[in-house]
């Protein structure tokens, strides 16, 4: 502790020592309020903080997305978590995760530092096997398909459902393979693009190749696609 510090420290006690109630109250208000009051802000934050990752880290992920140059009405974006997880007739102890507005670049004049960030997040989602699927828009869809991102949707869905979208289903060389293989669903004549003005409106549902929940692709599917509805 330094000369100068503790010099002050005696300074300020010897000033409320010699003060009376009402001064030391006035004394108070007039040098320490403020700062008492941003630490007790700091230390309601921090604690929120903290309190937020402990859930999430108790809460088990059931299923998660994001929207890719893509974007939803609020109600839209609960239509696809919070609301899905209702459906799903989980507790409270399971979410459902979205994120949205996950803007990247689809060529060298559209770069910016976000849209890269955007960018690994996305890769850092999929490596970490924590994305299930996503709404792309035709520009985001080719600018992710390299490395066999997007899963086989003949062997993520039954062939019953890939029947009443088979009109719908933009087909993609594997580059592994060099196949083409059913990857992608226009979602223009959908339930969500209908009812939450999906914006652009040719938009297109992929599901991520490593994601060990795609048990769930069927249902969610036809989520979006018929509302509450059966197939017709």
């Known amino acids: 502790m330094s000369y100068q510090f503790r010099k002050s420290m005696k300074t300020e006690k010897e000033k409320w020592a010699n003060m009376n109630?009402?001064?030391?109250?006035s004394y108070y208000f007039t040098y320490y309020f403020k700062t008492t009051i941003a630490i007790v802000l700091a230390v309601i934050v921090l604690t929120?903080?903290?309190?937020t990752t402990v859930l999430n880290r108790r809460m088990e992920n059931l299923f998660e997305g994001a929207l890719v140059n893509t974007f939803l009405t609020v109600e839209g974006e609960t239509y696809l978590s919070?609301?899905?997880l209702a459906h799903l007739g989980e507790g409270e102890s399971r979410k459902v995760s979205l994120n949205t507005a996950v803007t990247i670049s689809v060529d060298e004049e559209d770069f910016s530092q976000e849209k890269y960030y955007n960018h690994m997040k996305l890769v850092t989602l999929m490596a970490a096997e924590?994305?299930?699927y996503m709404i792309v828009s035709k520009e985001a869809l080719v600018i992710l398909a390299?490395?066999?991102t997007y899963?086989?949707?003949?062997?993520?869905l039954p062939a019953e459902i890939l029947e009443h979208v088979k009109d719908q289903i933009i087909f993609m060389k594997q580059e592994e393979s060099g196949k083409e293989i059913p990857v992608a669903i226009a979602l223009s004549d959908s339930y969500l693009a209908k009812a939450f003005s999906i914006n652009?409106?040719?938009?297109?549902?992929?599901?991520v190749a490593n994601s060990k929940r795609l048990d769930l692709a069927g249902d969610f599917l036809q989520y979006i696609y018929c509302g509450l509805n059966d197939w017709k």
């Open 130 to 132: 924590e994305l299930d």
């Open 21 to 25: 109630g009402k001064q030391r109250l």
């Open 200 to 207: 652009p409106k040719e938009c297109y549902l992929v599901f």
């Open 146 to 148: 390299g490395g066999d």
């Open 82 to 84: 919070e609301d899905y």
């Open 48 to 51: 929120s903080i903290i309190r």
């Open 151 to 156: 899963a086989n949707l003949s062997e993520c």
